[in-house]
């Protein structure tokens, strides 16, 4: 009798299918796991039978596990690997049902030996989710565990995370841990790990690779450098983004270049000089957040009402995705546009009645600047705040951030936005031609 | 005595500064725009002198323009240019205040004669506006004079344009031009015409060119290939994206290939055969639009009431943004995933009052898969309708303009919106790594 999680063929009259049986969510088919990564849904009716292939492994004898963990050298580092969950971890996810026994440090010695030559690793599942259901509570529940292991000597800490919120998570981290000294190095997959071109394991090397040789400390994250090849790109945890749901090469630094690339023979490439050190500094926890922060995108035919309705709701702070430069519709021309001087109304005295503002622009890539056009003065002078060169992302994690440690001052929240604290703004928007 | 649109060097004790002198909006100190394109406000107090370096020219004979006009070649193909304003006729917005004068075509002949070698020019001001003002009912115009073009004997039109909001107006010609058998190509500037790097002539000329070289039909966008070189991409109305708020090369094509080169020498590389091909067609006017149309981005902390809010606000359709290959947070794990079941009801309670709720990713770049994990299936199951490879700009012009066409019948919207009209959703996502 096959069980999820069995590898099988499923022989139909048609055709026969391979792979790993999953847990039925329905009576009436039968639902695989292929060595795409896919999962197919087959009607029971079609299926003459089900071959199990290769029973699935139960979970290695824990006590074995805790022995390896303990199992240190004094001369190597430690680096603690916290366990979020996604794709990076879906095989278990599906198969087992459980992450830890896939990260256990013996099952990574097995696969990946090498990181073991470079440091002691200890794992640690904090959380067993897909990344799209992480709240900003989920932020602060990381940011406490990553200080706990600072403090018990960690040199590094890696988490593994799902793609879809890892960059908002990076922001998160990168605000809440300040005058952090040791790296903190978030790492995915876009291919799950029982799939032969998961990026994960890769990425997991690359990731203690760099923690081991490079002097850099804070937040990061590491994936792959392109989907053709093998090696990484450390990306700065204020300045990454997603910016493709599906190649293995989905994150990318933006308006900033990438700080090293790690080579797939664990060679370090420096890139970008401007972070801060490892050093010896106490991590100081400033986990508060607001919630009531929303993101608006600006677009013809957007409806002013939307600014008001988060107003009267009590939203604290708003960001706004602008056109180009930082713009919304505010000049009045003709019939058509006689709306604008309402939007620009609302927004101020949404303003006036104390939420922040704050203009970022959709087009992700290159800053704000609202000095250029009258559109941007106008808006500057009903208290919009420009913000600079950071992504939405950020300038939306970052308010909620300031709001939650600065709730009653709405003028240190306005002036820290605009001030670099954690790489998030940069003097000038640096690329290369391929970076984009 | 200097008057605005004059140049002029202004002489303070420290420094003297050369540059257009601006329309004065505030008594106390004086605009200039340098020739870097920014403008720079200088106290009148500091300022020693004003001394008039080159007069500004009046706007040359009206009667000689037409006559212009009338000298058609019957040999060569008619081409339209509408002028809507933006930063391509920022010059003359800024000097004159007005843009006919500068894109009048004896000044365009002048500084490009090399069209006039190609086409009978015709040159038509629609709009003087930046393009963050424009709204639904601009495109609707818009739409109303390509088609009077194309019955009047144009060969092809240029639409100059705004970058702002460019692709929006792009997206939403396709829709609105059914049966387009013509180039309608839409051409904006990052830098303005009086600067010497504007990109505003190389892109205009290669417009030109490629609408009398190429049997493309449909509505494309015209802009700088890299900022570095002079050669043009054209890229499909409905799959082109500013992704760079000041870059020359700004636009880029999203999940395919750009349509063709356009060589600084005016020869055209085709990459992408995929297009309608000229023809006689009569162009179908479908110009209606819902403005009851929101956007909503999804995010760490994303807020449900935002959707409950717009249903009550009688909205007919939702475009949301979604994490990774489409996805919300909508799993029950912990306490703090608590109110995510209430996400989910909202969503299939805003579907269920007759509300159209499409998903996109926040990633730009990649296709919505919302059968790969269960967070998009039981999104799905709610009644979210896959958004495929559409960009959330594309699957929000689409939207409005299908509600817009198909008021009361929520099922035939629900149905165009998943078919491919006018190639904004392909089979396959192309793309080359240079590409992104």
Same mark, same amino acid.
């Given at each position: ?201 890769? #990425? ?6 760099? =923690? ?5 400390? /804070? $937040?990061? %994250?590491? &994936? ?114 006689? #709306? ?6 609302? =927004? ?5 009645? /104390? $939420?922040? %503002?704050? &203009? ?77």
């Amino acid at each position: 009798m096959p069980k999820a999680g069995d590898k099988v063929r499923v022989i139909c009259k048609d055709e026969e299918i391979e792979g790993i049986l999953m847990p039925s969510e329905n009576a009436d088919s039968v639902m695989i796991k292929l060595g795409s990564g896919y999962n197919i849904g087959i009607d029971r009716k079609k299926i003459k039978e089900i071959k199990v292939i290769e029973a699935l492994k139960e979970a290695k004898d824990r006590s074995a596990e805790k022995k390896k963990q303990a199992q240190q050298n004094p001369k190597l580092p430690n680096i603690t690997i916290l366990h979020t969950g996604g794709t990076i971890a879906s095989k278990v996810d599906y198969r087992t049902g459980g992450v830890s026994a896939k990260f256990s440090p013996e099952e990574m010695e097995e696969k990946f030996p090498e990181i073991f030559k470079l440091a002691n690793i200890k794992s640690k599942l904090v959380f067993q989710m897909f990344s799209e259901d992480m709240e900003p509570e989920h932020w602060q529940i990381l940011a406490r565990e990553v200080k706990k292991e600072v403090e018990h000597g960690a040199e590094g800490v890696i988490i593994t995370h799902g793609t879809d919120t890892m960059q908002y998570t990076a922001n998160a981290l990168s605000f809440m841990l300040e005058n952090l000294s040791k790296p903190v190095i978030l790492v995915g997959a876009q291919r799950s790990s029982d799939r032969g071109s998961s990026d994960a394991g890769r #990425n997991i090397i690359c990731a203690v690779n760099f =923690i081991v040789k490079s002097d850099f400390a /804070g $937040v990061a %994250v590491c &994936m792959h450098k392109r989907s053709g090849d093998d090696s990484c790109y450390i990306h700065k945890g204020v300045k990454v983004r997603k910016i493709h749901s599906s190649r293995r090469d989905a994150f990318r630094s933006v308006n900033v270049l990438p700080l090293a690339e790690v080579t797939k023979e664990g060679r370090i490439i420096p890139l970008n000089k401007d972070y801060e050190k490892k050093g010896k500094n106490d991590v100081v926890l400033k986990d508060k957040i607001e919630k009531k922060v929303e993101i608006v995108k600006i677009h013809p035919g957007f409806n002013y009402e939307i600014i008001k309705m988060l107003e009267e709701k009590g939203y604290k702070g708003i960001i706004l995705e602008g056109t180009g430069l930082g713009h919304a519709q505010v000049n009045v021309l003709d019939e058509y546009t006689k #709306n604008h001087e309402r939007l620009l109304d609302t =927004i101020k005295n949404t303003i006036d009645k /104390g $939420v922040v %503002v704050v &203009m970022t622009t959709q087009t992700i890539f290159g800053r704000v600047n609202m000095n250029v056009y009258s559109t941007g003065r106008d808006l500057q002078k009903a208290g919009v705040i420009s913000g600079e060169d950071m992504m939405p992302e950020t300038a939306f994690v970052k308010l909620s951030w300031l709001l939650g440690n600065y709730p009653n001052d709405s003028n240190k929240v306005k002036e820290l936005m605009t001030k670099n604290l954690r790489g998030e703004i940069t003097e000038r928007t640096e690329y290369e031609e391929e970076f984009i």
